[in-house]
């Protein structure tokens, strides 16, 4: 069965520091990985995903993510962080068995600090 | 310009009352979702819909109801709204591109509708 895992549920981070948020899943044959951002009273926003090629996929508002598959993990990342970056992000995989579902994961907080 | 629109945003109700949350986009897509969310939690899928005269439960179980007659409208219906039903509902569509499958595109969220039922 497709599942995906976000290990934190907050991320703390200075303004200006790199962030990481982390995404674990687990799938039976290709992943297919999405970044999704949900700022406070609104709906989610689609932010990058990797379908196949390069392991580092390049995606809105400056943010990164990482695929490894012997790690089986699609850490989001950024170099820089700021404060507007503040919010709920979640990490969610296609569920490929059928239904055309995406399956969610529980979603990380991140705070940036001025 | 191409959205997806849900109206109201926000509803405050009485028990045992019949609210239908409306759902719109003007992409055209074929498949449209009704994911259920408390406030800065994980989503739950209640229902999903292939096109048109198609409409699926999803993994939560839900006592809400779904139609889709219209490519573009795909309204969720409570016929008798209790207190165990506030929350968020957000909707979303995805394009499937003949020929391509499902499997790359990302979904469109629309705004949410914030749901109390007192």
């Known amino acids: 069965a497709q599942s995906v895992a976000q290990p934190e549920d907050q991320v703390n981070v200075a303004e200006g520091n790199p962030l990481t948020v982390k995404c674990t899943y687990s799938?039976?044959?290709?992943?297919?990985l999405f970044w999704y951002v949900q700022y406070p009273n609104r709906g989610l926003q689609f932010l990058l995903k990797y379908i196949t090629g390069d392991n580092l996929v390049k995606g809105s508002y400056g943010f990164e993510a990482e695929f490894n598959k012997s790690q089986t993990s699609f850490h989001l990342k950024k170099p820089s962080a700021l404060v507007s970056d503040s919010a709920l992000y979640f990490c969610a995989v296609r569920d490929i068995t059928g239904g055309f579902k995406t399956i969610f994961g529980a979603g990380t907080r991140l705070f940036v600090k001025a | 310009e191409a959205d997806i629109y849900q109206t109201p945003r926000y509803l405050v109700i009485g028990t045992g009352k019949k609210i239908t949350l409306e759902c719109s986009q003007t992409m055209g897509h074929d498949k449209m979702y009704w994911y259920q969310q408390d406030p800065g939690m994980e989503l739950h899928l209640i229902h999903y819909?292939?096109?048109?005269?198609?409409?699926e439960k999803g993994d939560l179980s839900s006592e809400s109801t779904v139609s889709r007659i219209r490519t573009e409208h795909f309204p969720l219906t409570l016929e008798s709204a209790r207190p165990s039903h506030t929350s968020q509902y957000l909707c979303?569509?995805?394009?499937?591109?003949?020929?391509?499958?499902?499997?790359?595109?990302?979904?469109?969220f629309g705004p949410g509708t914030r749901l109390t039922v007192l």
């Open positions: 799938v039976s044959g290709n992943p297919y």
């Open positions: 819909s292939y096109g048109v005269n198609s409409t």
């Open positions: 979303a569509s995805m394009n499937v591109v003949p020929g391509q499958g499902f499997t790359y595109n990302e979904q469109f």
